[in-house]
Each structure stands twice: as C-alpha cells, then as structure tokens.
C-alpha cells in the first residue's frame, strides 16, 4: 500500500504561480510512473501530467502544455507540479496519483493504483 499527500495548493490571482507537492510513504518510490489530475465541480476527473521512474520522459495535457512542469526526486520520495501562468479554468482540486506498471506514462485515471487526498487550487480572475 501506497500514501501519498499532496501539499501547496491555495488561492492565486490569474497570472500567479503555485508548486504542488506529493510525498510518497514508500521505499519503493522509484518503481511508480506519477500523475497528477485534476477534477473540477460537476466534471469528470482529468489528466494533467505525468512522469516516469527516472524523470527523463513526462506527459502533459494539452491544456498545460508550456505552462506546467512535472518533476521528481526520488531521494525524496516526492513529485511535484509547477503551475505557471494559472488561469481560472485551471481551478480544481489536484490529486497524485501511482501507477505500479512502470513501463508506459498512462493518461486514464482508471490505470493509476494509489491516490492522494486532494489539495485545492483556487484561480481568481
């Protein structure tokens, strides 16, 4: 079994900028792909990005693109996501997630093993 907790959410003005935090409770740390998704009031769950064991190879929705970045440190047992440029539309409750198939960057919630509990982020316009 896996725990993770998310940290760093809040409230920001359009423009603003947040760094989101995922700590894993896990020696094994290394052998999880990590996502973060978001899901926002009434809307179905969606992927935001995602990263494999060693970082060298990272997935994004096409919605953050060039705005988020994900990354990680193992030593740490920790993934993060740095949100650039927020918009209101990027307000959501974001969760971790881990994937014990760590042969493929998955994008459907449905192929993540072990989530978080969820930090909100607020965007104000």
């Known amino acids: 079994q896996v725990q993770l907790v998310e940290s760093g959410g809040g409230l920001v003005q359009a423009g603003g900028s947040l760094r989101l935090s995922c700590a894993a409770s896990?020696?094994?740390?290394?052998?999880?792909?990590m996502g973060w998704f978001r899901q926002a009031p009434g809307k179905e769950r969606e992927f935001v990005a995602a990263?494999?064991?060693?970082?060298?190879?990272?997935k994004y929705a096409d919605s953050v693109k060039g705005r988020f970045t994900i990354s990680r440190d193992n030593a740490k047992s920790t993934v993060y996501l740095q949100m650039n440029s927020l918009k209101p539309e990027d307000t959501a409750t974001y969760y971790c997630?881990?994937?014990?198939?760590?042969?493929?960057?998955?994008?459907?919630?449905?192929?993540?093993?072990?989530w978080g509990q969820g930090t909100q982020v607020t965007v104000s316009s």
């Open positions: 997630a881990a994937d014990r198939r760590s042969n493929r960057i998955a994008s459907d919630p449905t192929d993540y093993d072990y």
């Open positions: 990263i494999n064991w060693i970082g060298s190879n990272t």
């Open positions: 896990t020696p094994t740390f290394t052998r999880y792909v």
